[in-house]
């Protein structure tokens, strides 16, 4: 990066500080105007970084761009958004010529008002209207809305999110509205369910609960009246930031930049109190007030926790007085099992942090902290900038609340090895406690009985696929992204590549598909490794060379001569740097920004599977 580069990097920095500080809407102006001033190249953006985001509506959204340009910049992306033209959205889908292809996004969200889709008078006619003229109106706007979405998907590979309709907190019958079979509420609210169940097992539109969004903002305020009869404009700026916030969820689901380790303090924040001061019977953890609050704060960190959230605790305490409250006490609802890591000691929080995130072997950034101090919480801001910690409130009420609307828990997909992670980690613990008692590296390994699945990707596995595409980032040799329909592709074009994915298993339990490779066949003499990943959890026992083995031995059943590969160097892949040449590799030529490619001639090599792994293979 050039002295210029850094500059502007420099630059964006402070001016979104100010955004952190104070993120009213006059800052979110005049912060916006200055960033507009700072060119980044995109050749000097990682792909990774790089996010496209194309607004269509039947309304004026033009002032959510400025909303969404910042709120990317804030996690370390560099957007670009495309604005369809005002009302013609459905020209924007159609042509495949539009603005909106030849943008081609990332991610597409979809905003359209009722009053677009049905006659000018509907709300004047709807009284007189009877029950299956009203089903039929549902019926035909879903249809006309089902179609125009199947257009889109069949044309890009953006994420597509429709907003679904905000039912209306006035109705033409007043009070006798909820005595009608259908009354103009339950017809909005009958309709966007019908829209969420035309969508629901699309891996690529979904559906943006608008309603919900406008519901907790407030019907009676979320509209801006005087602009909306101007310019069509709907949402005023407090509600437009909260429309970004609920965007951001899927964006940051989307680039990786999701959270999937929650650490907590103890005291005053996992219960009421200080442990060794108040003893086990004397902190607040019951189900009365004030108990009450940090027993629903535990279960909605369990809840987390079950959808895949790894837990883990850094306080500052005695550890032996800490975890007697975790194995005695009857209303902890977070039990040691739940704990992928702990450090209860007197040592420095950002030290203890550290130690957690090696032994859990994720990166900083996929941790958020959660301390009732705010010296505690303002030490770890300024030492571990990767890490988020979101200043909680002080009353403890409010925990549960404030936990539950972070944005940074989300996936687009949930598989079974999502819902298992806890366990996972648990089981990996258990592997190191053996490996500490087991002096041979060897004797350990064999002491495992690990088997290495290795399949061809079926319709069953894609979602998996694809969560380890975009979230896997260390054992990585070229993090490229795919979306879950290119990967269907992939799967699908059996001419041109094989996907792999590989499956560990040992005494302490299923690691779940851990691995993903993807092979594109070049021609009949030459194949190159588009994508190959790993989880980092595996590594160690030669699975990563088992996996590659594979793929060579396959080549050679195939009579190809040689394998081509690169290795693409990113923030977080230096682990992988030298795994190719490790295998055997030679290498080519590098290319831009560190790139490296590889060879691999085929003729006279013999490989096998180390003696300590069972290998279930599918065949070629």
Known sequence: MSLEEKDEMLQQKKLLKIIEEDPSHRNYWNVHKRLKKIKFSPQDIPSTSQMKIALL????????????DIDNRMIGLFPETYIGPFNRFRDEVMNKDSGLYK?????IT??????????????????????????????????????????????????????????PADFPLGILDNKQEIGYKRFFTLLNDKLESVFVNSNQVFILDLNNVVSNFGKNKYMNFPMYYRGSLVFNDTCLSQVSYEIMAYIKALKSKNRKC????????????II???????????????????????RTLLSLYNKGIILAVNSKNNETDALEVFRKHPYMQIKEKHLAAYRINWEDKVKNLIDIANEINIGLDSIVFIDD????????????????????????????????????FNTLTLTKEDLTRGELYKARKKRKDLKQKIQSIEEFLQSLEITAEIKYGNEFSLSRITSLVNRTNQFNLTTKR??????KEIHEDTDQYLLYTLRVRDKFGDEGIVGVAIIKKESAESWTIDT???????????????????????????EVKFLHTIYIPSRKNSLVKDFYPDNGFKMKKTGIEGEVNFQLSLENIQISYPSYLQVDEDEL
């Open 276 to 298: 060794g001061e108040d003893g086990v019977d004397g902190i607040k953890l019951n189900l009365t007030y004030p108990g009450n609050e940090f027993v629903d704060f535990q």
């Open 532 to 558: 190959f990943l790993m989880s980092c959890r595996v590594i160690g026992r030669k699975i990563e060379t088992t996996f590659l083995y594979k793929i060579i031995k396959d080549a050679q059943k195939a």
């Open 373 to 408: 101090n705010p010296v505690e919480r303002e030490r770890v801001k300024s030492s571990l900038p990767e890490v988020l910690v979101p200043d909680i409130p002080s009353s403890p009420s409010l925990y549960r609340n404030f936990v539950e609307k972070l944005n940074d």
């Open 103 to 107: 943008f081609n996004p990332d991610l």
């Open 110 to 167: 979809f905003f359209v008002q009722h009053d677009s889709l049905v006659t000018d008078n509907f709300k004047v006619i709807f009284s007189r209207m009877n029950t299956k003229q009203k089903r039929d109106e549902i019926d035909r706007i879903s249809s006309d809305l089902n179609q125009l979405m199947d257009i889109l998907v069949k044309n890009t590979n953006a994420i597509i999110l429709f907003s679904n309709f905000i039912v």
């Open 57 to 68: 509506s039947s309304f004026t959204i033009d002032p959510l761009a400025m909303y969404l």
């Open 482 to 487: 795919y979306t879950e329909k290119e990967v």
């Open 262 to 273: 929650i650490v907590l303090d103890l005291d005053n924040t996992l219960w009421g109190g």
